[in-house]
């Protein structure tokens, strides 16, 4: 139906914290339910075992993704498929309890080489056995805990070798009653808990259980290096672009020797030519961790939250290196030169990012997962990044409800120049802060959990080993919307993260006093939904606010991808009058925001106009809180820009990664330079998020009526400060008389010498009553559309509007396939765009999919452009 992107690991493991020689436990593993396996584990994984009637399964993978996988389940991304799936509170346990069975080639290593076995994450319990012999000694818990098994001595001499896994769900999965997190007992145990269904998600069946992460075989030398941690500081206030003074880089490492002798020898650490090192005696069977002397980097090349300079990474390298000078084991590490810090603004009373000594205006989104069934891939992590990127957004914070995201995330944040707010394992819903009857145990009783809290910490302790190296990863954070228990929390926060880490800082839980004053009362986030437009600009809210907002609605395609044919109609108001499936999927209603640009029953006019009210949405938020940057707020984070299923709410592309006007709206109203309108006061202000000085820009102020006549309303020469906001003049008086009957376009533009645009920015404003009924009476405007291919991967789009028409308005552009449906993902530099009479405007689409797909055409249509598919040339 549509090209997209596969939802599963591929062979790309990234190597950023692991030795060179490995490889992934990817493909060719069978399954079975585990009431029907007869023999034990040590019997099973016997290489001769024989698995008659095995079925093909999925790993990395969840049971219900193999079930999916083998059309045993319906998909539960579409319609209700999902009520259709069993569900384990009414099943037990038993009926996703499953063996996993892998044979493998690996002979036994020569001389002191070491073989290992790794499992980066098995949801929720298991036993583990190889070749006859269990390596677990004991039944191994916790979703988000790693585990490594030195094989060497398991090893068959002909290679042929067989890994047999039974995997159990988590012990309280849980009632899926309809509250957050079903009745609450899913946080009884250390993994996600949105899997027992959300306002924002139904429940997966399964709870997610399975090796749902990576398996892979690592070769080593007699030692092994373990857990790196890469330290960057970077004293002075430092700006892009410029030669830079040294920045400071320390680095440690813990050696293993599973040797029975004593081995001498050298740990030495190389970044950019420069390399630390240190002579290391292990004795046999020893574990030790070595600290090697600082080192300096003279004239860094630095690396930058997004808008603000280059994303640089470094690849450093890790080694140890024997006396007899036999490397015996080594690691590439990619490292960006940054350093974060933080410090309370007693003027907004909220905590100030700078990033290199550079203060950063924060404009993040909320992010879930990538997958609700953890089908993860380093290409669609990649994509979703990239989307965040596009947005001019600066950070993401992981919610707490969720998991620690896994290093190709990380990774992909890293490229794009991301931040990452991670938050630990815990919800004010499931963890007790609220009275609610939906849950079956009381707050009491519900602010202890998880049950077991050596195994949170045990898990807290190996997420901060696995990603600290990342410089995208910049807080920690105790929970979502509350505290961890006080003895979890004096251990992380006084202990753990001090000892692992030390360089980032920590935030009780993700609303806290620590993180925004809340002087207003409430909870310290939203609010959510539909918003008038002026309630972003003239409403305070919290002055680093980390979750507010909440619709987006994808149009008619991305409708159609998951909703039956039956269900394809305008939603109803009302109590009761909701279609079920749109219930079911989560809709927020849209209808008085849809409304006042005229009433309709076809399901594709309402899903343009519901574009409409996405894009307004989110430039005004953007906006709102940029106007007030260093005065009412230092950061914002959307609630949320992605969803892991389909779900008709939170979200700036759909599950399939088809982008909405949401995308396009925040990608407007952040632009790290931009030019906008306050529609309270009529004021035009601008905003600068970037370290530079702006002078010398033409401020144009033009409207438009229908008919596409337009009046200047002034030119006037402007300057900006860096990380600043400028007001320049107020138009309201004119604007108001302008739009009165039939409404007005507005539009704004910063231009620099040679007529070069650096802010182009374009309303559409209702009439004195607050309707659009201009824009049901616009013209057709005769778009003239071309395309053709600039370079491999990239189609330059070419949009051109005769003169003396109506404005071209709100044009979505698509890249289609010979059927005329979208090639998923790919990347436009903007859309939903409107050309003025006259001009012409470009759009680039990237990707990977750009190059791939050779017989593409471009899509273009809009509120008053006909719909029509180019050639490219």
Not at 285 to 311: D, I, M, R, S
Not at 609 to 631: C, I, P, T
Request: aromatic share 12%; proline share 6%; with cysteine.
């Amino acid at each position: 139906m549509y090209k997209t992107i596969s939802l599963f690991f591929g062979l790309l493991l990234g190597n950023h914290l692991f030795a060179q020689q490995q490889y992934e436990l990817s493909s060719g593993w069978k399954c079975s339910i585990a009431s029907a396996v007869k023999i034990n584990g040590e019997q099973l994984s016997v290489p001769s075992a024989a698995l008659t009637d095995w079925q093909p399964a999925t790993v990395p993978g969840t049971v219900l993704t193999t079930l999916i996988n083998n059309k045993q389940v319906p998909d539960p991304m579409f319609g209700m498929n999902n009520e259709k799936i069993p569900d384990i509170y009414h099943t037990g346990n038993a009926r996703y309890t499953y063996w996993f069975v892998k044979d493998f080639k690996e002979l036994p290593p020569a001389g002191d080489g070491q073989v290992w076995l790794h499992f980066r994450g098995v949801n929720e319990g298991c036993d583990i056995f190889l070749n006859g012999h269990r390596l677990t000694a004991a039944t191994h818990h916790g979703a988000y805990l790693r585990q490594s098994f030195n094989i060497t001595p398991w090893l068959k001499q002909n290679g042929d070798n067989r890994v047999a896994v039974i995997v159990y769900p988590p012990p309280f999965p849980g009632n899926p009653n309809g509250g957050q997190g079903g009745d609450g007992a899913i946080a009884k145990g250390v993994g996600p808990q949105y899997t027992a269904g959300w306002d924002w998600i139904q429940p997966m069946r399964d709870r997610n259980t399975g090796i749902w992460d990576k398996v892979f075989i690592e070769r080593t030398g007699a030692v092994r290096i373990k857990d790196p941690h890469i330290v960057t500081l970077v004293p002075g206030v430092r700006k892009p672009g410029l030669a830079q003074a040294p920045a400071d880089v320390k680095v440690s490492a813990t050696l293993e020797n599973s040797s029975s002798r004593s081995i001498s020898g050298t740990l030495k650490y190389t970044i950019d030519n420069t390399t630390a090192s240190a002579k290391v005696t292990l004795p046999a069977h020893a574990t030790v961790t070595v600290a090697l002397p600082g080192l300096q980097v003279k004239q860094p090349k630095l690396w930058w939250p997004h808008g603000y300079g280059e994303q640089y990474l470094y690849q450093s390298s890790l080694q140890f290196i024997d006396a007899a000078g036999k490397q015996q084991s080594a690691n590439t590490i990619p490292v960006g030169i940054r350093e974060i810090q933080t410090s309370w603004n007693p003027h907004t009373n909220s905590r100030e990012v700078a990033v290199n000594g550079q203060k950063i205006f924060i404009k993040g989104g909320n992010w879930i997962t990538s997958d609700a069934l953890f089908r993860f891939s380093a290409e669609r992590y990649d994509a979703e990044a990239r989307f965040h990127r596009d947005m001019n957004l600066n950070l993401i914070r992981i919610w707490g409800g969720s998991l620690t995201e896994r290093p190709e995330f990380f990774a992909a944040c890293d490229k794009y120049g991301l931040l990452v707010f991670q938050d630990f394992w815990m919800s004010g819903d499931c963890n007790g802060r609220w009275l609610d009857p939906m849950k079956k145990e009381d707050q009491w009783t519900r602010r202890q959990y998880p049950d077991d809290h050596n195994l949170f910490l045990e898990s807290v302790a190996d997420q901060i080993k696995m990603i600290r190296n990342h410089p995208s990863l910049a807080f920690w954070c105790g929970g979502n919307e509350i505290t961890p228990p006080a003895d979890i929390l004096a251990a992380m926060k006084d202990s753990l993260i001090p000892k692992l880490d030390g360089t980032r800082y920590f935030f009780d839980y993700s609303n806290s006093d620590s993180m925004s004053y809340n002087h207003i009362g409430g909870n310290g986030d939203g609010p959510y939904g539909i918003q008038p437009i002026s309630v972003f600009w003239g409403e305070r809210t919290f002055p680093f606010n980390s979750e507010v907002g909440s619709v987006g609605t994808g149009d008619y395609e991305s409708l159609q991808r998951f909703l039956p044919k039956e269900n394809l109609v305008v939603p109803a108001t009302g109590k009761g009058k909701l279609d079920p499936v749109w219930d079911y999927h989560k809709y927020i209603s849209y209808n008085q925001h849809i409304d006042p640009y005229g009433a309709t029953n076809d399901l594709r006019e309402w899903a343009n106009k519901a574009q409409l009210v996405n894009y307004d949405q989110y430039r005004a938020l953007m906006e709102g809180f940029s106007a007030h940057m260093w005065d009412w707020y230092t950061g914002v984070i959307i609630w949320k820009t992605q969803n892991p299923w389909t779900a008709l709410r939170g979200q700036m592309y759909d599950y399939y990664l088809d982008p909405n006007a949401c995308l396009y709206g925040t990608r407007k109203g952040a632009e790290p330079l931009h030019i906008m309108y306050n529609p309270l006061d009529g004021m035009v202000t601008g905003v600068n998020n970037t370290f530079n000085y702006e002078r010398d820009m033409m401020l144009e102020v033009r409207t438009f009526d229908r008919l596409g006549h337009d009046s200047v309303l002034t030119k006037v020469f402007v300057e900006i400060g860096p990380t600043s906001i400028q007001k320049y003049l107020s138009v309201k008086p004119m604007i108001d008389q302008l739009r009165k009957k039939e409404g007005i376009f507005l539009s704004l533009r910063l231009v620099k010498a040679g007529g070069q645009i650096v802010s182009d920015n374009f309303y559409w404003l209702p009439n004195e009553d607050g309707k659009y009924n201009g824009l049901a009476q616009l013209p057709v405007a005769g778009l003239q559309c071309s395309a053709k291919r600039i370079k491999p991967g990239v189609i330059s789009v070419t949009l051109k509007n005769p003169a003396d028409g109506a404005v071209a308005f709100f044009n979505r552009v698509s890249l289609v396939n010979a059927q005329h449906e979208r090639i998923l993902p790919v990347f436009y530099d903007d859309n939903y765009i409107s050309v003025l009479p006259g001009e012409t405007k470009t759009i680039e689409i990237s990707g990977e999919n750009v190059v791939k797909e050779g017989k593409a055409q471009v899509e273009v249509y809009g509120h008053n452009v006909q719909r029509q598919y180019i050639e490219i040339q």
